[in-house]
């Protein structure tokens, strides 16, 4: 009984070896092509590098999320922005998380005052008080500008030298403009003529699939390099014979959760297990 029961055991194990091998197979044919996002958040290693800043207007221009206050973390329902607004006269917009907000800025070289702030009157119960924002913010006097990997930081500081606030730009721009929906779920749909556009700076999707417009919201995540995430996604209800692909499509949306650049022409869109869902080729509309 005692040998039966020994090679028994010698038997298992040397038919496991081929039954994991072909479970591997097995698995492998089903996995969906993945990529490795590249980590840029606060939290690597690689240390903060310092911008020297030569042409303010330009290096400052444009729309920066607020990530932290005080050395806290920044937590409201709606998404904390400033847009500086050179061009328009020194105006900023933004939202303090709750309200849409509106005032002008003074800049001379490093010195960076934020004047009055008007703003909608809108009740909401922020983790992050909006006061304790707007009272941040005036007492901005002072700013500088970091690196780490592909992302923008921008440091407010009191009248001490004291960072009070640190502002992230969004690093979306490459997914800016027009695109060929090039392969969903590793289907090449390319001859279908699936297209769609992308404006990461009003957050909105659009698209056209030969039988429906798409339209959709996007949304970002300002802690996550390369986050991106499309919502309220709808489309005209027209009947076609590849509503298939379409559904494909939408659902694919729904589920994107990061991006990450294939190489000059191309962008992928992965889910949350950082696998490819959808192929995106720039074109240009005429």
């Known amino acids: 009984?005692?040998?039966?029961?020994?090679?028994?055991?010698?038997?298992?194990i040397m038919m496991a070896p081929a039954t994991m091998q072909a479970d591997k197979k097995k698995d492998k044919k089903y996995q969906k092509k993945a990529v490795t996002v590249e980590n840029t958040s606060a939290n690597v290693d690689q240390p903060m590098r310092e911008v020297t800043v030569t042409d303010p207007a330009k290096q400052l221009y444009g729309e920066w999320d607020i990530v932290s206050m005080r050395k806290k973390k920044v937590y409201t329902i709606e998404r904390t922005y400033l847009y500086l607004d050179f061009a328009g006269?020194?105006?900023?917009?933004?939202?303090?998380?709750?309200?849409?907000?509106?005032?002008?800025?003074?800049?001379?070289?490093?010195?960076?005052?934020f004047g009055e702030f008007i703003s909608t009157d809108r009740q909401c119960h922020n983790v992050t008080s909006e006061k304790t924002i707007m009272h941040t913010l005036a007492d901005v006097r002072k700013f500088s500008l970091e690196t780490q990997y592909n992302a923008q930081y921008l440091n407010l500081m009191n009248s001490k030298g004291n960072v009070i606030m640190v502002l992230k730009r969004h690093n979306l721009d490459a997914m800016n403009g027009a695109w060929l929906i090039k392969e969903i779920d590793n289907e090449n749909v390319s001859e279908r003529g699936i297209r769609v556009v992308v404006d990461a700076i009003e957050q909105t999707i659009h698209g056209d699939t030969g039988?429906?417009?798409?339209?959709?919201?996007?949304?970002?995540?300002?802690?996550?390099?390369?986050?991106?995430?499309?919502?309220?996604?709808?489309?005209?209800?027209h009947y076609c014979e590849d509503i298939?692909?379409?559904?494909?499509?939408?659902?694919?949306?729904?589920?994107t959760e990061s991006c990450k650049r294939i190489n000059n022409n191309e962008m992928a869109l992965l889910d949350n297990k950082g696998a490819i869902v959808i192929v995106l080729q720039r074109i240009t509309l005429r």
């Open 89 to 113: 006269g020194n105006k900023v917009y933004g939202n303090n998380g709750c309200n849409t907000i509106n005032g002008t800025f003074q800049l001379n070289g490093n010195n960076l005052i």
């Open 1 to 12: 009984m005692r040998k039966y029961i020994l090679f028994t055991l010698l038997l298992a």
């Open 211 to 237: 039988c429906n417009i798409i339209n959709g919201i996007i949304t970002l995540d300002p802690t996550k390099d390369m986050a991106i995430q499309f919502e309220d996604l709808h489309s005209t209800e």
């Open 244 to 255: 298939d692909i379409e559904t494909a499509l939408l659902l694919a949306l729904e589920s």
